[in-house]
């Protein structure tokens, strides 16, 4: 088998504007997609996913097409697409960087790898080591009566667990979760999320107080500039300490191990440049003695594929304690898929099939395409 061609399809995905989220990076109101379809000489199409948005992950829609076609595509077309490992190496020495446009690849390349195995992907990972991925919502760090509305709605649906934005504005902040524990009860786990939007002065002075209302993590506390800096909050703080954003690669993983740093790793398929990436940085947390779970970019059918099948197959991945974040049909009021993803609020599965087990509904991706 050897791959053939390679389509890059640019999309933009609006959120819904009762559910944008906003942080301390900014407003997230629209997500710029890439697709990919890697062609084969037997048939066989592998989808894959590159999320966009610059002031989230760096990325944006004309450079991964421009890397993809231009200097990625040459180096693919031709090779076994099943020799994901080898793949990987080559993209890796032709890109240095984007990783979310390198996961998008990969992801492509295990949907192929499954479809010729007649398996799902989890399967090829090693198989399921629990039914169903549980999930968390992901409460906008809006005004606090706002917020608290977004977090009842959300209760409604079915989560019992979730993660209040923080790192905005410190009084804010305290009077959000207030606001949001106060309306979902004693019954729904909260974490924070700062998104790197605190000092550590201001972390340190903050943290403590969000304690008062039962918070039961904090997820990146302080700007990804200084893992020292991360470290030294978790010393004087008594709540588990999350990174998300100081972590892409192994070598961050290893450097935040030997700082003491955290307690949980935020992994993503996208960040760390695919699946296989993930993985590795999962056992090193491991290893290491510290638990994972899975980091959202808000992605969509393809993305979200990936992510349950990694959720699913990973051990160090304790999404039972720190639920993960594959929440995107509840922002988005469409997809790009022919059937939807089974997932539902609190718990997300597996999708029947082979490979990722999605199929492109090419009707709305010409909807959404950029042009």
């Given at each position: 088998?050897?791959i053939?061609k390679?389509?890059t ?8 504007p009762?559910?944008a989220i ?12 890439v ?10 199409v592998?989808l894959?996913e ?9 990325e944006?829609?004309t450079?991964?097409?421009?890397l993809i076609e231009?200097?990625?595509?040459p ?7 099943t020799?994901i ?6 993209i890796?020495?032709?890109v ?6 390198r ?23 090693g ?9 968390k ?16 709605w ?11 934005k923080v ?29 790197g939007g ?8 903050t943290?403590?107080r969000l ?5 039961y993590?904090?997820e990146q506390?302080v700007?990804d ?6 470290a030294?909050?978790?010393?004087q ?5 999350m990174?998300?954003?100081s ?7 290893m ?6 740093a955290a307690?949980?790793?935020s992994v993503?398929v ?11 940085i999962a056992?090193v ?11 959202s970019?808000?992605e ?5 594929a990936?992510?349950i ?5 990973t ?28 997932i ?17 509904d090419d ?9």
């Amino acid at each position: 088998m050897k791959i053939t061609k390679i389509e890059t399809i640019p999309i933009t995905m609006p959120i819904n504007p009762e559910r944008a989220i906003r942080s301390g990076r900014g407003y997230h109101t629209k997500s710029p997609f890439v697709l990919i379809k890697i062609y084969t000489d037997q048939g066989v199409v592998g989808l894959g996913e590159v999320s966009c948005t610059p002031q989230w992950n760096g990325e944006c829609q004309t450079a991964a097409v421009v890397l993809i076609e231009e200097y990625l595509a040459p180096v693919l077309v031709g090779e076994d697409p099943t020799r994901i490992e080898y793949l990987v190496g080559l993209i890796s020495k032709t890109v240095a960087n984007n990783p979310f446009t390198r996961s998008g690849l990969e992801m492509a390349l295990w949907d192929i790898l499954g479809k010729v195995a007649g398996l799902p992907v989890y399967q090829l990972l090693g198989g399921a080591i629990r039914d169903f991925v549980p999930t968390k919502f992901s409460v906008s760090g809006l005004e606090p009566e706002r917020a608290a509305e977004i977090a009842s709605w959300a209760a409604s649906q079915g989560f019992r667990a979730m993660k209040v934005k923080v790192g905005i504005e410190p009084e804010a902040d305290v009077a959000r979760v207030e606001a949001v524990r106060k309306a979902v009860g004693t019954e729904v786990r909260l974490g924070v999320d700062a998104n790197g939007g605190w000092s550590p002065r201001v972390a340190l002075r903050t943290i403590p107080r969000l304690q008062a209302w039962d918070v039961y993590f904090v997820e990146q506390p302080v700007p990804d500039l200084d893992i020292a800096w991360m470290a030294d909050v978790r010393q004087q703080v008594d709540l588990p300490i999350m990174a998300d954003e100081s972590i892409y690669n192994l070598q961050d993983a290893m450097a935040i191990v030997r700082a003491n740093a955290a307690d949980i790793l935020s992994v993503y398929v996208g960040k760390g440049g695919g699946i296989s990436t993930a993985r590795k940085i999962a056992s090193v947390a491991e290893a290491a003695g510290l638990v994972c779970t899975v980091g959202s970019n808000l992605e969509l059918g393809i993305g979200n594929a990936a992510m349950i099948h990694l959720a699913l197959s990973t051990p160090a991945i304790d999404a039972e304690t720190f639920p993960c974040d594959i929440l995107s049909p509840f922002y988005y009021d469409q997809d790009i898929l022919v059937e939807p993803l089974p997932i539902q609020a609190g718990r997300a599965n597996a999708p029947v099939g082979a490979g990722l087990g999605v199929e492109l509904d090419d009707n709305k991706v010409d909807f959404f395409r950029v042009r």
